[in-house]
C-alpha cells in the first residue's frame, strides 16, 4: 500500500511562511495527482491546491496568490510553499495522492496523517 507523510508544520507569526512537504512510499505502479487540503478548527475539510504528474496545477481561489504548490515526481513527493499566513490559515493540512497499482484498472486515493500549521503572535 502508499503511505504519505506530511511535514513542515508548526506555529508562526501571521504574515510568516512555511514549506509544507508530503513523501509517498510503498509499493505503488505510478503516483498521479497529488494535493493538499486543510481542516480548520470547527469546519470541514477543504481544497487548497492539486498538481498532475505534468505540473499542472489548481488552486482554490480563496488563496489569492500566497500559496505555490510544486512537486519531485523522481522522489514522489508534493511541496506547498505558504507566504503571507493569516490566523484564518490555521489548521491541520492534509497530503493526497491519486494511485495505481500493477493490478489497479484505475487511480485510488490515499491520504496522509495531516500536519498542523498555526498562525498565531
Known amino acids: 500500500q502508499v503511505q504519505l507523510v506530511e511535514s513542515g508544520g508548526g506555529l508562526v507569526q501571521p504574515g510568516g511562511s512555511l514549506r509544507l512537504s508530503c513523501a509517498a512510499s510503498g509499493t505503488f505502479f505510478a503516483i498521479g495527482s497529488m494535493g493538499w487540503y486543510r481542516q480548520g478548527p470547527g469546519k470541514e475539510r477543504e481544497l487548497v491546491a492539486t498538481i498532475t504528474t505534468g505540473g499542472r496545477i489548481n488552486y482554490a481561489d480563496s488563496q489569492e496568490g500566497r500559496l505555490t504548490i510544486s512537486r519531485d515526481n523522481a522522489k514522489n513527493t508534493v511541496y506547498l510553499q505558504m507566504n503571507s499566513l493569516k490566523p484564518e490559515d490555521t489548521a491541520v493540512y492534509y497530503c493526497?495522492?491519486?494511485?495505481?497499482?500493477?493490478?489497479?484498472?484505475?487511480?485510488?486515493?490515499?491520504w496522509g496523517q495531516g500536519t498542523l500549521v498555526t498562525v498565531s503572535s
Open positions: 493526497n495522492a491519486d494511485y495505481k497499482s500493477s493490478w489497479s484498472a484505475r487511480y485510488l486515493g490515499v
